[in-house]
């Protein structure tokens, strides 16, 4: 599985981000995970190829992660932001048959405040 992100850079508090995630391969699940300097990695939303999704604590109520199973693609919308959203976003996909896990290049998201 490869993946392959786009999307990111600096953007204002309280204004929006998009970020979008094409994979090859047989997925079982697409999501995001985010870094922030000095903290663990973690979960910001992902979704299987069923379309059951999950949020991190700190996103739910302003993220929206959508998947389409026939390009493999998964598209990120996280609203309000805010500068504790600041952080490197990782694509990360769960492979259909083995469940081995693969991790995108990251990318890096900026909120100014």
């Known amino acids: 599985v490869q993946l392959q992100a786009s999307g990111g850079g600096l953007v204002q508090a309280g204004g929006s981000l998009r970020l979008s995630c094409v994979g090859s391969g047989p997925i079982y699940k697409m999501g995001w995970y985010r870094q922030a300097p000095g903290k663990e990695r973690e979960l910001v939303a992902d979704i299987t190829s069923r379309g059951d999704t999950k949020y991190g604590d700190s996103v739910k109520g302003r993220c929206t992660i959508n998947r389409d199973s026939a390009k493999n693609t998964v598209d990120l919308t996280l609203d309000s932001l805010k500068p504790d959203d600041t952080a490197v976003y990782y694509c990360?996909?769960?492979?259909?048959?083995?469940?081995?896990?693969?991790w995108g290049q990251g990318t890096q998201v900026t909120v100014s405040s």
């Open positions: 990360h996909a769960v492979e259909s048959y083995t469940r081995r896990e693969y």
